[in-house]
């Protein structure tokens, strides 16, 4: 079927994002023609294209049934569950990261911070872990082992362990060597209240440290890149740094980890889902030499590349700059800065701007630049 | 690698087990050379292997972790949390069920009906859910769309909500269409203790209904099979049974579901961890009709045979009538029934009691009866 037939879908998209599929943003790209009938590697990005299939396809059709308790929106990286006093954070991701182990972690590890990540982005301590792992007929025990001994490692780490889990088998051919679901409850910190409904023009826009290790990588594996000094990626728990922000009685608004489609895919969900513009300093993001030569090789924009162990925080103005001295204080975060403001101007839109005073749109990627990252 | 390089493993079976992998337990099977250095289908196949795969793989390495909440064991339906007044059950559990649709239900419904009953089988009413699904690439939109409404109705029908979730796509070749990992929390019923540590000599073992529907329809696809009456799956909800019989004041021990290894794999399941033996009549288990002829075709036994719909509550003696006719009141329980009792004699070991006098050990499977039933 060509994108013709399907008026209402390509109607939605302004005409600049008609001719993206899986690339940056460029207004010279070709025009695919995307099967829009079936699932695509671009529906798992992170970028434009999921958004559609959660907001046209997973949310109309699942969103019937009665809340057993007051729940938030699906669409945070937590869902919040009020009980009696307490009230948790619940999260849920599947690990589909190839390959399984690549510098500086492996899927086991991913399966373990990426969970607590969403849980702390709510504020939330984590309490408890679930896994379910499907792998595949003929996968190595040895490399199940590694990984049981990475996720236990890493949940140690986390200070929080797994609870209950499930294990099912697919037929060889059927899956690749191994997925992991992990879900986690967390208890959110007494007094937070974190979410883009809290967002104001006005606010800052702080990131917790250098960009782009994850997904420079896991792809240095894939493409068989060798780098002088190699990247590593950054996977690491970040409730620490937000329990350090929240302790030290910082007003967060907004708390977003920078995982599929990196701080621009972050911060476009904010700015649209808070109904504010977005003002980058582009000269301010930071992105380590290594990462930046070797987004320069690929043809990749750092900010559109996954970090699994950075987050951008959206704090009232006047605490930025203590934010980032907080932050500053973790491995990882040397680089931590403040990068520009939210608008009460071009709402929904994220605009960076240059050093020679170019601006340029932050858009959402349609769909997919590095596909299976996390 | 041969199985005479695993001695280990291998003393670790009793005799009559060293000839199981993937049949119904005799013993003139022909000893198979099981690779023991991948996973097999058989270790996800509900039986001795998957147990083994569980007990010597997955908990030594994944319990160093430090618990964030009072938690229960990992090997129960769902594990304990305890919040201040609240106890919560947790539970995960994935689907990769084939073929994704079949007479009576569908991969959605499983996958929510299964999580919701692993939560009743701590006497918990669900709370709230996460789903995460692995799509694969060219997975037809319109399937997606028709599970999602599935997922929909059966929430709405068990009385909660999917609250939040998460999309990953994986490669051609590297998924089977769709599957689904379901979370739950349940608010466990203020009063209800229940766990194998209860069940003791003298309990009684009630079945809710009769056996195998699940299993039978799902293989009536499969193999193409024709019957005069068609089975159809019981996928349903269970815990409006459990929450009668907790609210009719019976002292319920112990309740498991009897979905991978069936009827045959929960008592098995009990037995072990509660360290009684359990003594059934034979005669008393129900299997309809059109179960029983399937089975007999397909060489099948139906109390290996996965139902989706039907548990097994161990219950002090004086209640088990009491507790039948509450769940013959529920459709689909028609046939509940005692099957039988738990005894101090032969501990760990499950015996049927023949018409004949004939007694016979029901094992666990060693391995794989029908794989992908749920």
Known sequence: MTAEKIPESKNSLPPSERSLAGGIWSPSCPV?????????????????????????????????GQPG??????????????????????????????????????????????????LAMAGARPLALATA?????????????????????A???????????????????????????????GLIREGAEIGPHRVQPGDAIVVSGD?????????????????????ESDCCPLFPQVDAILAAGINVHCLRDLTRGGLASALNEIAADAGVGMELDEAAIPVSEPV???????????????????????????????????????????AAAVLGRCVAEHPRIVIAKGPWGTDRVIDLLSGEQMPRIC
Chains 1, 2 share one sequence.
Do not use: W
């Open 32 to 64: 695919p023609s995307l099967d829009k009938t079936t699932i695509q590697l671009a529906h798992g990005g992170g970028g434009r294209l999921m958004q559609q299939l959660i907001r046209e396809v997973f949310l109309p059709l699942m969103t019937g």
């Open 69 to 118: 308790a007051g729940s938030s929106s699906p669409l945070h990286d937590s869902a919040t569950i009020n009980l009696s006093q307490a009230r948790l954070a619940f999260t849920t991701d599947s690990y589909v990261v190839r390959p399984l182990f690549f510098p500086g972690g492996d899927i086991g590890r991913l399966a373990v911070y990426g969970t607590v990540n969403d």
């Open 133 to 153: 792992f499907i792998l595949e007929e003929g996968f190595p025990l040895e490399d199940l082992r590694r990984i049981l001994l990475s996720m236990q490692e």
């Open 155 to 185: 949940a140690k780490n986390a200070g929080v362990a797994f609870v209950t889990g499930d294990t099912k088998v697919v037929d060889r051919g059927k899956g690749d060597g191994v997925f992991i679901t992990t879900t986690g409850i």
């Open 211 to 231: 960009l782009g290790r994850h997904g420079i990588a896991i792809l240095s594996v894939r493409e068989g890149l060798q780098f002088e000094s190699p990247v």
């Open 292 to 334: 930046a030569a070797a987004c320069e090789l690929l043809g990749l924009d750092p900010i559109y590349v996954a970090c699994e162990g950075r987050l951008v925080a959206i704090v009232p103005e006047k605490e930025a700059e203590k934010t980032c001295e907080i932050l500053r204080q973790f491995p990882g975060g040397e």
